[in-house]
């Protein structure tokens, strides 16, 4: 019980820290971080996957109606949510049995690091091609994901650096 | 059966999920289309309450700076007044111009959220169909234009910003040439817009004034838009050029929402000479 509540206030929080910080940042013009999709990161493994994929599209649904981008969040946040297991089995190589134990601030950094930072890419690779909505200008998604990605990893590793407890 | 039972039971997971990336990418497409983005938009009363609560935040830190803007236009508008008045009538008959000729109506609004970094951008104001807003009304501020309503709730619209993809104004050349054609944006930066279709005989300088036309029932005639930053003549018969907009896009707070009280008597003329 007390690990639901726990994880819709972290809802909220990443949903109001987006629309109403992130958003807004506008670094050199254009480049804000997308620290929502920590949510998916971090959303506890089950062996039923359909609260996550549900709950992530929620989330991206509901930034999106903050920032008037359709479903562009939704589609995109939903997507990394559905391959997120593939890239724990890659990464962490976990079978179900551990699952129930899988916390991500046990793993070493480096496993922790490749699997945010793909995870990141394929993220804002989608949601800047569906940004852009075209073929011309690719240059400029390619450089937006480059540039969003590095500052939300950034945010990332500093908020865990910041928020675990040290033993 | 059986079979679609068990179909349906080892592809649970990725029937759900395409089922939530079709709803999602439904949302997308609708919210290209200008007519159609009624789903998914800012303009709603949860979202809109959000924003207009965090702008009157902001909007603390900025007041000085907006008054020095308001109080530059009061100025402006006061010299309008003197020199009309000035001007002896020369006609007997005196039409009263404010009840009977009046085109346009203004209403003030406030921005509540501005996007200005994307492809598609989108602002959302703070008075809605109780104010008698509508969609496809122009809005306007004391610099120059901002975009055009489209979506209503109560108490909110959402305008598309000249900054989209898919706004297309009518906008002309100030002066004696009355060459017009059609400002659009190509999402490069948002100080500039481009202006299209200008034929090539025009006569051109960098610096010239590039104010609204009146050929659409939405924006009226002589609003400043921008200045001409660069001119690109190809080998075509249109040139293409750079406008610089007088408006900070980036930093907005009060603007004007311009009904058109004829259109509907402009669109049925023209309704009848199509067909």
Request: hydrophobic content about 40%.
């Amino acid at each position: 019980m007390n690990k639901s509540i726990h994880q819709s206030l972290f809802f909220l929080f990443l949903l109001l820290l987006q629309v109403i910080v992130l958003n807004n940042i506008n670094f050199l013009g254009y480049i804000n971080p997308y620290l929502y999709i920590v949510f998916v990161f971090l959303y506890p493994l089950k062996e039923n996957k359909f609260p996550l994929l549900f709950y992530s599209f929620i989330l991206g649904l509901s930034i999106d109606f903050f920032s008037d981008s359709g479903g562009i969040h939704a589609f995109s946040t939903l997507f990394i949510a559905y391959i997120r297991l593939f890239f724990i089995k890659v990464y962490f190589r976990k079978t179900p049995l551990d699952y129930p134990f899988f916390k991500l601030k046990d793993e070493s950094f480096g496993k922790v690091f490749n699997f945010t930072i793909t995870l990141t890419i394929i993220h804002h690779l989608i949601y800047f091609s569906f940004a852009n909505f075209s073929f011309q200008n690719l240059s400029i998604v390619f450089l937006n994901t480059l540039f969003s990605c590095i500052f939300t990893l950034i945010l990332f590793f500093l908020g865990t650096y910041i928020f675990t407890k040290k033993e | 059966m059986q079979q679609i039972i068990y179909f349906f039971q080892k592809f649970k997971y990725f029937l759900f999920f395409l089922l939530l990336e079709f709803i999602a990418l439904f949302f997308t497409f609708n919210n290209l289309n200008f007519h159609k983005s009624k789903y998914v938009n800012s303009a709603n009363r949860i979202t809109g309450s959000l924003n207009a609560s965090l702008s009157n935040f902001s909007e603390y830190i900025e007041l000085k700076s907006k008054n020095e803007l308001l109080s530059e236009e009061n100025t402006k508008l006061r010299n309008q007044l003197e020199k009309n008045r000035l001007v002896p009538s020369k006609d007997s008959t005196i039409t009263d111009s404010t009840k009977y000729r009046q085109k346009y109506t203004f209403t003030q609004a406030k921005i509540i959220n501005n996007n200005y970094s994307k492809q598609f951008n989108f602002l959302t104001i703070n008075k809605g169909k109780s104010a008698d807003i509508g969609s496809e009304m122009a809005v306007i501020n004391s610099l120059g234009i901002i975009g055009i309503t489209e979506n209503t709730s109560e108490n909110y619209t959402r305008v598309q910003s000249i900054l989209n993809k898919n706004s297309k104004i009518n906008a002309r050349l100030k002066g004696n040439s009355r060459y017009f054609g059609t400002l659009k944006w190509n999402s490069n930066d948002y100080n500039t817009v481009q202006l299209h279709d200008i034929p090539r005989q025009a006569p051109l300088k960098i610096g010239d004034t590039v104010e609204t036309g009146g050929k659409s029932t939405i924006f009226p005639e002589g609003i400043p838009i921008g200045r001409i930053s660069k001119i690109n003549q190809g080998n075509t018969t249109n040139s293409e050029l750079e406008v610089q907009l007088f408006n900070d896009m980036s930093n907005l707070r009060y603007v004007y929402i311009v009904k058109n009280l004829h259109k509907i008597e402009i669109q049925s003329l023209e309704n009848i000479s199509n067909e």
